[in-house]
């Protein structure tokens, strides 16, 4: 019922900055908690940030004051602004979508820290 499809991943430096997009097929996106999860290379997945229907946000504590993960419900995108960004949060970053028992992901995008 619900695709996700993310964009934005890219080589950065070392303190450099990204912006994530995913973008949402479905019609009832606004309901929707949404999350961005990252995999390195060799680790599990981990969770990186949240944001409810009502706007209320979490993040690991690893991003904490560097990202900030927003949503246009008329756009039915969910952004993370990646700012500072170190070696350690390269990954793939993959987004999620969540209510009730539901859940989605995306394909994932590829982000990739280093000088």
């Known amino acids: 019922q619900v695709q996700l499809v993310e964009s934005g991943g890219d080589l950065v430096q070392p303190g450099g900055s990204l912006r994530l997009s995913c973008a949402a097929s479905?019609?009832?996106?606004?309901?929707?908690?949404m999350g961005w999860y990252r995999r390195a290379p060799g680790k599990q997945r981990e969770l990186v940030a949240t944001?409810?229907?009502?706007?209320?946000?979490n993040y690991a504590d690893s991003v904490k004051g560097r990202f900030t993960i927003s949503r246009d419900n008329a756009k039915n995108t969910v952004y993370l602004q990646m700012n500072s960004l170190k070696p350690e949060d390269t990954a793939v970053y993959y987004c999620n979508a969540g209510w009730r028992h539901y859940t989605y992901w995306g394909q994932g995008t590829q982000v990739t820290v280093s000088s």
């Open positions: 944001i409810t229907s009502g706007g209320s946000r």
């Open positions: 479905g019609s009832s996106f606004s309901i929707y908690t």
